[in-house]
């Protein structure tokens, strides 16, 4: 598996919106949406290499498709 870095959850949202994903819903997680799959980021920052590529896993895409969006 490629290698990915800890992550600012705001790049991720960001990134995942140009995926596709809405938000839904904020708080201490922010919940997004596709129509199909739904994926819970964590607030911190940076997020934890082993949980951002689950959560990339999680939403269907490839840990490069997900570097490119970044």
């Known amino acids: 598996m490629p290698r990915l870095?800890?992550?600012?959850?705001q790049q991720a949202v960001r990134a995942f919106e140009?995926?596709?994903f809405r938000v839904i819903?904020?708080?201490k997680h922010i919940i997004m949406?596709?129509?199909?799959r739904r994926i819970v980021i964590p607030r911190g920052n940076p997020v934890n290499a082993f949980t951002m590529?689950?959560?990339v896993l999680d939403a269907g895409m490839t840990i490069e498709?997900?570097?490119r969006l970044l």
């Open 33 to 36: 949406f596709d129509g199909r």
């Open 25 to 27: 819903r904020q708080g």
């Open 18 to 20: 140009r995926a596709g």
């Open 65 to 67: 498709e997900f570097k």
């Open 53 to 55: 590529a689950g959560i």
């Open 5 to 9: 870095p800890g992550v600012n959850h």
